[in-house]
């Protein structure tokens, strides 16, 4: 079967080579799914303001990034429930499944579900505890490196 998908995982087979041992098929039905659960999502217009920004690098590679005017993010742990509907600014990619498969690629890094993305953000991130901090100022931290 010949559709978007199969450019769409040759495009992401070539991003991630190691994924080459899962096979072209396995890659186009993981991004299926993926397209699939993206499609049942609301969206919400916590970032409405924002725009999914594809820029060529200085390693010529293409960085997928939110941006806000001048200011830009990382996708990394973003809700996918904020990135539904937000426009896409392209200037680098040429055809529409490259484009696909470089923010796919991205907003899956850490995990092929909306769950297992906000699960992974979950467990990076510091708790606000601050009852168990120790401060030291600049001098006493300098003093304890030279101290051995």
Known sequence: ???GFSK?????????PA???????????TYMKVSLELFGLQGDDELKD????LVSTDENQ???RLAKGADVWSLD?????????????????????????YVLYQIT???VTRDAVLHERDQVQIPDDTDNLITVD???????????
């Open 1 to 3: 079967m010949d559709d």
């Open 8 to 16: 769409v995982a040759e495009h992401v087979l070539n991003l991630h």
């Open 19 to 29: 994924w080459q041992a899962q096979g072209h098929d396995r890659v186009r039905h």
């Open 50 to 53: 924002h725009v999914i920004e």
């Open 62 to 64: 293409i960085d997928v």
């Open 77 to 101: 742990f973003v809700d996918w429930e904020q990135l539904i509907d937000l426009p896409i600014r392209d200037p680098v990619c040429s055809e529409l499944s490259q484009r696909l498969a």
């Open 109 to 111: 890094f850490w995990g």
């Open 138 to 148: 600049h001098e006493t931290f300098l003093q304890g490196l030279t101290e051995d």
